[in-house]
T-cell receptor, first 113, second 114 residues
Framework: GQQLNQSPQSMFIQEGEDVSMNCTSSSIFNTWLWYKQEPGEGPVLLIALYKAGELTSNGRLTAQFGITRKDSFLNISASIPSDVGIYFCAGPYWGNQGGKLIFGQGTELSVKP | DSGVTQTPKHLITATGQRVTLRCSPRSGDLSVYWYQQSLDQGLQFLIQYYNGEERAKGNILERFSAQQFPDLHSELNLSSLELGDSALYFC?????????????FGPGTRLLVL
């Protein structure tokens, strides 16, 4: 079935550094979503991408929808301690009447003050 | 706050028991999705309902069932619980079911089966 491969699995960085993570798939997606999950909470939508080649920003976050539609990237600039959490990429998979989100394995981000 | 509410936040029960998890979608959203998150499996889709009807099914066990009521809230029923059912259960909602629309997640129910 469809699968999303997310890397890296974890990152330990210093406050102020930039972060980059990516997600790849063997199948084409028409939408890419990036979520952040903090301990004990549900995933929170950060950025949604709907068009190949699209580059979208949300504050210090920037995400891109790969031109092949098989990958996406998330960058965080000038990281701060509250960026700590697990970042997931996700893509919708739709059947005849409904669908689901397929998630990557997540990138766990730790930021040292 | 995503606008999706889930109760209870925590649930501790014993093997063999049955529990019900409840979800209220965002105002205006007709689709409700249930996901299970465990350490070894990540976030896995269980089932989707749209306006009261089941629309898509994932790897949901036969011991698990769900329904969506006329007021659009949904319940996930887990029966004959096993230790391995311990996980976080999330509900998400979206406006429609036509594909591509984003899903908004609730805070989750943490289930611990002892």
């Amino acid at each position: 079935g469809q699968q999303l491969n997310q890397s890296p699995q974890s990152m330990f960085i210093q406050e102020g550094e930039d972060v980059s993570m990516n997600c790849t798939s063997s199948s084409i997606f028409n939408t890419w979503l990036w979520y952040k999950q903090e301990p004990g909470e549900g995933p929170v939508l950060l950025i949604a991408l709907y068009k190949a080649g699209e580059l979208t920003s949300n504050g210090r976050l920037t995400a891109q929808f790969g031109i092949t539609r098989k990958d996406s990237f998330l960058n965080i600039s000038a990281s701060i301690p509250s960026d700590v959490g697990i970042y997931f990429c996700a893509g919708p998979y739709w059947g005849n009447q409904g669908g689901k989100l397929i998630f990557g394995q997540g990138t766990e981000l730790s930021v040292k003050p | 706050d995503s606008g999706v509410t889930q109760t209870p936040k925590h649930l501790i029960t014993a093997t063999g028991q049955r529990v019900t998890l409840r979800c209220s979608p965002r105002s205006g959203d007709l689709s409700v999705y249930w996901y299970q998150q465990s350490l070894d499996q990540g976030l896995q889709f269980l089932i989707q309902y749209y306006n009261g009807e089941e629309r898509a099914k994932g790897n949901i066990l036969e011991r698990f069932s769900a329904q969506q009521f006329p007021d659009l809230h949904s319940e996930l029923n887990l029966s004959s619980l096993e230790l391995g059912d311990s996980a976080l259960y999330f509900c998400a909602s979206s406006v429609a079911t036509t594909g591509g629309e984003t899903q908004y997640f609730g805070p989750g129910t943490r289930l611990l089966v002892l």
